[in-house]
Each structure stands twice: as structure tokens, then as C-alpha cells.
């Protein structure tokens, strides 16, 4: 593929299946509950696309600074990639059956080291409305081993938690509303959020299908949050841990807000940390 064709941070179907060239279609599912994303890929997937073991490649260990799922070190993410045949001027196109807010930390974590990647808007369901009974539990033939080098994290796409209050931060929760407002948390430790944080939850930037709304509406979200084209770069992106967050990254870029920073750690790594305040209650 020419390297010069620019990838939009989500495709629709259509345009997945116009790209010129090799595309590796990467299955991201992920569940928080603790179901199996390898047995819902080994269920019924896409043709030809690979599963991408979130746990394995694209998450490090657990720890209370870092987060449950902090970035894993390059050489680790580089070795998963390489396994599934992915090179560095692959284009990857990744989905899951949540709207693509797994799969977006996938998407993420290639386009911020260089490489051309995309959610699949609407995932499988989109997929199989346009090919009906297309899903295969067929694994696709192993691939021979990609050229994928290994590049360290951009220090300038990242942010600490130190960093949250920023005079020039705008902090972005892309969690559920409950959970912002402290109502309820199942996996951390405080509930609430970060103080002064507005919340634009992801999944609210869906439609029913889990499709992504019209730029028109997904920009009107943001900017109900404070965020606009002159205050995106001030984003930082965070969620419960660093997963989710990224999806609202890719859709502030394909609205053309801009682009912001990503808080790995997320409310997992920041709520375990006492000396920080908590706020609780709805801001937005």
C-alpha cells in the first residue's frame, strides 16, 4: 500500500474493504467481567482476521502506580505484533463487539508509534450486515513473522497523574456516568473521579448498533464537556484504566478536535493513591 494514503482513526465497512494492499483484520475482544475474548473469537470471527490476546500484548503487569492495565515495555508489544504477522507498514484494522472501545487500545497504541491503523465502526455486526452468515471459527493459516521494530512510548502522548491539575489540563473521564459520579465501582478501590475532571463517557458517543454518532453529534458531546478545537490539545484521556480512554483519544482526532494525551494509569492507579482528592457527584 502506498504509505502515503492516510488512515481515519475508524472505517466504516465500505472503506475497510476499498483499502489497496495487505490489511490485518485484529480481533480486540476483551471483557471486564472476566469472560474470554478467545473464546468469543474462537465463536464465530471475521475471515481472516487475528486475535490479539489484550492481556498478553497490550497491557503490562498490574501494579498500584501503574494501573491493571498499564502500557507493556515496546519490546513486549513489538513481539506480539511480529507473532501475528503484522509489519510496520501494515494497516491494521481492529474491532470488538462493544462499539470499539477495546479495540481502540490497540488502534491507539500503533498510530501513536507511527504505524496506519483503524477501529472497524460497528464491529462484527457491521460486518455481517453486509455479508450475512460470514463469521468463522477457521483460524487463519500462520502467518510468517512481520517486521515490526520496536519503538519506545512517545513521552508527549502520555500523562501522569501530577500532570491532571494542570492549569492548561483539560481532564477527560470516558467512564460510564455512574461511575464518574461515585454512585457505584466495581473494581477500584475509591469511588468518584479526578477533581475538576469532566466526564464524556465513550459509549455515549455510539449509537444503538454501537456505531460511531455523526461527527456533528460526537463533537456537540465534547464540547458540552469544555472540549473544542482550541482546547484539544489540553486533553488528557483517562478511564478505568487506560483501555476506554483511548477511544475517546481516536474520536476527538476523527472529528478533527485535535489530539490529547492518554493517563494509562486511569482511576485504578489514581483512587489507590490516598493523599490524591476525590470528587464525587455529576459535573458533566
Known amino acids: 500500500m502506498d504509505e502515503t494514503v492516510v488512515i481515519p482513526p475508524f472505517l466504516r465497512v465500505e472503506e475497510a474493504e476499498a483499502l489497496p494492499g495487505r490489511v490485518v483484520l485484529a480481533d480486540v475482544r476483551w471483557y471486564l467481567d472476566g469472560r474470554s475474548g478467545r473464546a468469543a473469537y474462537e465463536g464465530g470471527h471475521l475471515p481472516g482476521a487475528v486475535f490479539v490476546d489484550l492481556d498478553r500484548w497490550l497491557t503490562g503487569p498490574a501494579t498500584p502506580t501503574g494501573g491493571r492495565n498499564p502500557l507493556p515495555r515496546p519490546e513486549v508489544f513489538a513481539e506480539g505484533m511480529r507473532a501475528l504477522g503484522i509489519d510496520d507498514d501494515s494497516v491494521v484494522v481492529a474491532y470488538d463487539d462493544q462499539g470499539g472501545v477495546i479495540a481502540a487500545r490497540l488502534v491507539w497504541m500503533l498510530r501513536v508509534t507511527g504505524r496506519r491503523a483503524a477501529v472497524l465502526d460497528g464491529g462484527p455486526d457491521a460486518y455481517t450486515?453486509?455479508?450475512?452468515?460470514?463469521l468463522t471459527p477457521d483460524e487463519p493459516e500462520p502467518a510468517r513473522e512481520g517486521d515490526f521494530s520496536v519503538r519506545a512510548w512517545p513521552a508527549g502522548?502520555?500523562?501522569?497523574?501530577?500532570?491532571?491539575?494542570g492549569p492548561d489540563v483539560l481532564t477527560?473521564?470516558?467512564?460510564?456516568?455512574?461511575?464518574f459520579a461515585g454512585a457505584q465501582d466495581p473494581v477500584d478501590p475509591r469511588p468518584g473521579h479526578v477533581p475538576g475532571a469532566v466526564n464524556v463517557p465513550c459509549r455515549e458517543n455510539l449509537d444503538g448498533l454501537g456505531r460511531l454518532l455523526p461527527v456533528r453529534a460526537v463533537r456537540e458531546n465534547f464540547a458540552a464537556g469544555g472540549v473544542v478545537a482550541a482546547?484539544?490539545?489540553?486533553?488528557?484521556?483517562?478511564?478505568?484504566?487506560?483501555?476506554?480512554?483511548?477511544h475517546n483519544l481516536l474520536t476527538l482526532e476523527h472529528t478533527g478536535l485535535g489530539s490529547g494525551r492518554l493517563y494509562v494509569g486511569?482511576?485504578?492507579?489514581?483512587?489507590?493513591?490516598?493523599?490524591?482528592?476525590?470528587?464525587?457527584g455529576p459535573r458533566r
Open 129 to 134: 450486515e453486509a455479508h450475512p452468515d460470514s
Open 266 to 280: 486511569g482511576w485504578s492507579a489514581y483512587s489507590r493513591d490516598e493523599a490524591r482528592p476525590v470528587e464525587t
Open 231 to 246: 482546547t484539544a490539545s489540553q486533553v488528557v484521556s483517562y478511564c478505568g484504566s487506560g483501555v476506554t480512554a483511548c
Open 157 to 165: 502522548a502520555l500523562a501522569e497523574a501530577d500532570d491532571l491539575a
Open 172 to 179: 477527560v473521564d470516558a467512564r460510564n456516568r455512574d461511575r
